[in-house]
Structure formats: structure tokens, C-alpha cells
């Protein structure tokens, strides 16, 4: 009995210590590297993400727009740290609230970040950089009361593809990344005050949508996100997205890639919100179904 309660505390703290120090794979320096367990529901969850979202499989759904407030004032203090798994966005002048769509409450922005090579992929595709826009749901006072309820979280992913052109919006972040690059820097923010950024002009059509029940894609990996993947993307050079892969996780270590590898979907449905502006009221399923591939191809393949 004592030689179990022992090795159960000695496991315990073994499994908080590396709660701490959670990381990605360095796939640039070795891709053999298999994807570390971060424990916890990370490993035993059945609702986890990112997926591989299948955009002929999904259902096809209809929802009144999505409602985004104060999306596009340009933010005169927002503050950008490096926290040593991604570069985060926080500290903005009112609340960005999201409202509408199948939503049954409003949800405010607490932060943004990014991930480089997307976490989410769409027909096997993955994309240079995926932005999360993590909300939280208005009913539960503050981040921690929320991750305890299956509708606490609303998280916005943006998929950004490979362009010869330089994202502006992106921009205004890559320009500041050189002073929060350094290991020595992290978790000392940085003010984008400068060049105002709106969070509106990272946003592509917001019409189009795949919706799903899902997780946070860091530890502890809690099943309480309402996943929106916009199905249009946006551009990125491939020197932007270098420059968050020059951002260090540790003294003399980059961070690669940060993205979480794909989780079974399980017996969970994926829906393919079509906003009005497709054209699809009125339509018969087979003839929607068909549209649906249609835009599909045009925005994949
Ligand atoms: C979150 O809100 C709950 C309920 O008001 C409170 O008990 C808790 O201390 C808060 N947690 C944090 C981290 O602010
Ligand atoms: C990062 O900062 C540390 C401490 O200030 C310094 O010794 C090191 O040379 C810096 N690294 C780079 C790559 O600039
Ligand atoms: C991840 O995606 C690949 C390609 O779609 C698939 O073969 C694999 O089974 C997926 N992994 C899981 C856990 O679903
Ligand atoms: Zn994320």
C-alpha cells in the first residue's frame, strides 16, 4: 500500500513537472521525431484537436451571419509576447464580441495567436500559418470558470496560404517579432502601437465556415471549443511566416513549428456553414451537395 501511494506521488509530480515544459517536435532538425504525449485528456480525449476536415464529407448547414463587434476599430495598445509556443496578442481597447451564426450566446476575444504550418488541415492540406481567435463565452466571468464547460470556449481559426504578396496585417506583427525573438524576451510583451492594427484585416469573407465540436490544441487539451474554420484564406509570404520560425522557445533553440498533429474526428460531425451570400436558400439537397464541392474545388484544389 505505502509502495503504491509512493509511486502514485512520484508519477504525479513527474506529470506536473512536464505539464510545464509541454513542446513541439523539431521536425526541421529531425523528421523522424514522433509526436510527444502531453498527457491527460491530450491522450485520452475522444473530442480533441486539430482535424484533417474533409470538405466533400461535411454536412452542409445554414445559420444566420455571424455578428463580429469592434472587429475592425485599429487597436491603440495591443500587446505581443513571445510565451515559447507561439506569438500571442492580447490587451485590446474594448471587447471584440461575436454574436449570431449557430451561436447560442455572445462570445468576447481574449487573445490571439498563431500557429506556422497550420493545425488544421482541409482535404490533406496544410497551409503555411493558422491564426486562433480564442473567445470566451460572456456567461462564465474568466478563462479558467469557462474551460471547465463543454460551451465555454469559441475559438476562430484563419488559414493563410503562400503568396508572393506580404500580408499588411501580418505585417504589423512581423515588424515587432525582432524584439521579442530572443529566449531572454519571453513572456516580456511588446506594444504594436505604432502601426494600429485592427484584428478585421486578418479576417477573410467570414460567409463561409466549417463548424465542429473540438479542444484546445495545447495542454490540457480541454473539450470545451467551439471550433469556426473559415473556409477562405488569407495570403502570406513565405519570409513572413519565417520570421515567426525564427522565434526562440529556449537559449539558442528556434521554434520551428508549433502545430499539434491531426486527432481522429471520431463520431463527430463536421458542418459546412454556407453564409446567404453562396446563394444556396431554396436549393434541393442533392443540388446544395453539388455546390458545395463546387466551391470546394475552387477554394482547395
Ligand atoms: C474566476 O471566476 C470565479 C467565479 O467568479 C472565481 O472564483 C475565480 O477566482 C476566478 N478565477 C480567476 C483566475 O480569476
Ligand atoms: C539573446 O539574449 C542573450 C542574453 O541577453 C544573449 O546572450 C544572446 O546572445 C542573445 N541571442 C541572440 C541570438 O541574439
Ligand atoms: C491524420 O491525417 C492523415 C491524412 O488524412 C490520416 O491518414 C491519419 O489517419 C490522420 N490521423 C488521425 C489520428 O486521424
Ligand atoms: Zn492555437
Not at 27 to 50: A, I, N, V, Y
Request: proline fraction near 4%.
Amino acid at each position: 500500500m505505502h509502495f503504491i501511494t509512493s509511486w502514485v506521488l512520484a508519477f504525479c509530480s513527474l506529470a506536473l513537472g512536464r505539464a510545464n515544459d509541454w513542446g513541439y517536435p523539431d521536425w526541421e532538425t529531425d523528421s523522424t521525431l514522433s509526436f510527444p504525449k502531453w498527457g491527460g485528456l491530450c491522450d485520452s480525449g475522444t473530442r480533441q484537436s486539430p482535424i484533417n476536415i474533409n470538405a466533400i464529407t461535411s454536412l452542409k448547414g445554414e445559420f444566420d451571419p455571424l455578428k463580429l463587434k469592434n472587429y475592425d476599430d485599429p487597436q491603440s495598445d495591443l500587446q505581443m509576447v513571445n510565451n515559447g509556443h507561439s506569438i500571442q496578442l492580447s490587451g485590446f481597447d474594448d471587447d471584440l464580441i461575436v454574436s449570431g451564426g449557430g451561436l447560442l450566446s455572445d462570445y468576447v476575444v481574449e487573445q490571439v495567436h498563431f500557429h506556422w504550418w497550420s493545425e488544421h488541415t482541409i482535404n490533406d492540406i496544410r497551409y503555411p500559418l493558422e491564426m486562433h481567435i480564442v473567445h470566451r463565452n460572456t456567461i462564465y466571468p474568466n478563462m479558467s470558470m469557462a474551460s471547465e464547460f463543454k460551451d465555454g470556449l469559441l475559438v476562430i481559426g484563419v488559414l493563410f496560404h503562400a503568396s508572393p504578396t506580404p500580408n499588411q496585417g501580418i505585417e504589423k506583427i512581423v515588424e515587432h517579432l525582432k524584439d521579442v525573438k530572443n529566449a531572454s524576451n519571453i513572456n516580456n510583451a511588446v506594444s504594436l502601437k505604432i502601426n494600429k492594427l485592427a484584428i478585421m484585416e486578418l479576417l477573410p469573407n467570414m460567409d463561409n465556415y466549417f463548424t465542429y465540436a473540438g479542444s484546445l490544441t495545447t495542454p490540457n487539451c480541454a473539450e470545451v471549443v467551439t471550433w469556426i474554420v473559415m473556409s477562405e484564406t488569407r495570403p502570406v509570404t513565405f519570409d513572413q511566416v519565417k520570421q515567426f520560425k525564427e522565434i526562440e522557445h529556449e537559449e539558442g533553440k528556434q521554434l520551428t513549428n508549433n502545430y499539434r498533429e491531426n486527432q481522429s474526428l471520431n463520431d463527430r460531425a463536421v458542418v459546412f456553414v454556407m453564409g446567404q451570400k453562396s446563394g444556396a436558400s431554396g436549393v434541393t439537397g442533392s443540388l446544395a451537395l453539388s455546390l458545395i464541392v463546387l466551391v470546394a474545388g475552387q477554394k482547395f484544389l
